[in-house]
């Protein structure tokens, strides 16, 4: 019993290896693995080039791209971010904050790695664009990550075609040269030429229609004698 289980177990294991084997040898599965290797190393360079492309048309932006965000009005307590400080606050402003929250709770006499630490805190409940620190918890609509959006499908759509037509050209101008040289070997080999032989033409669906009427008029002679 023992060796007939050993037996299917390994019959079991080369069938799905064999399996395994000829999934991976296929054409599909290799043209995926370098599609996605391809696709992941081309959305790094239009990444790059859209961030070149933001940073010179938002040169003028303060903050750049990432500035341009709409903080919606508070709509509870809590999107009104921490108490003396607020919802937003430009980034020059971070280090006053600091102290002057360290000096509310704990007096005037607050050592630097107390202002430090309570920097500290205040990072992790607020989120930089651009030059103005919000509040995670407040409703901030995000126009430069749609402009990016935008932009990088534009790219992205501009560049495909690109490729697209030059690989659809360079495959006309294979199929062209092709259909030259074998034109050219028939003229030296006619004999060789395959005979074409010509598709039946099927009759109109008037023709048809005239056919039937001539042979109705054919059956209905003999009765007009009569």
Same mark, same amino acid.
């Given at each position: =019993?023992? &060796? ?5 177990? &390994?019959?079991?294991? &080369? ?25 992941? #190393? ?12 933001? #940073? ?25 971010? =921490?108490?003396?400080?607020? %919802?937003?606050? #430009? $980034?020059?402003?971070? %280090?006053?904050?600091? +102290?002057?929250?360290? *000096?509310?709770?704990?007096? #005037?006499?607050?050592?630097?790695? !107390?202002? +430090? ?6 990072? $992790?409940?607020?989120? !930089? ?22 932009? $990088? ?17 360079? =495959?006309? &101008? %294979?199929? @062209? ?6 034109? *050219?070997?028939? +003229? ?16 109109? *669906?008037? *023709?048809? !229609?005239? +056919?039937?009427? @001539? ?12």
């Amino acid at each position: =019993m023992e &060796k007939e289980k050993t037996k299917k177990m &390994k019959r079991s294991f &080369k069938e799905v290896w064999t399996e395994f084997k000829q999934f991976i040898n296929r054409g599909n599965a290799l043209n995926l693995a370098v599609g996605v290797v391809i696709g992941g #190393a081309f959305t790094a360079i239009v990444t790059a080039l859209t961030n070149v492309l933001m #940073a010179i048309c938002t040169w003028g932006v303060p903050g750049g791209l990432n500035g341009l965000i709409t903080v919606l009005p508070a709509a509870n307590g809590l999107q009104k971010g =921490m108490d003396g400080i607020g %919802q937003t606050f #430009a $980034s020059s402003n971070l %280090q006053s904050l600091a +102290q002057s929250y360290a *000096e509310s709770l704990y007096g #005037a006499d607050v050592s630097d790695t !107390l202002v +430090q630490s309570l920097k500290t805190e205040i990072l $992790s409940k607020y989120t !930089l664009y651009g030059s103005v620190y919000v509040s995670n918890s407040a409703a901030v609509i995000n126009w430069g990550a749609i402009i990016n959006a935008v932009i $990088s499908f534009l790219i992205i759509a501009v560049v495909l075609f690109i490729i697209v037509k030059v690989v659809t050209s360079i =495959m006309n &101008k %294979q199929k @062209e040269y092709k259909a030259k040289l074998k034109e *050219e070997y028939y +003229q030296k080999h006619p004999e060789e030429r395959p005979v074409v032989v010509p598709a039946e033409v099927k009759p109109t *669906e008037l *023709e048809v !229609l005239l +056919q039937i009427k @001539e042979l109705l008029a054919k059956q209905q002679k003999p009765t007009d004698t009569k």
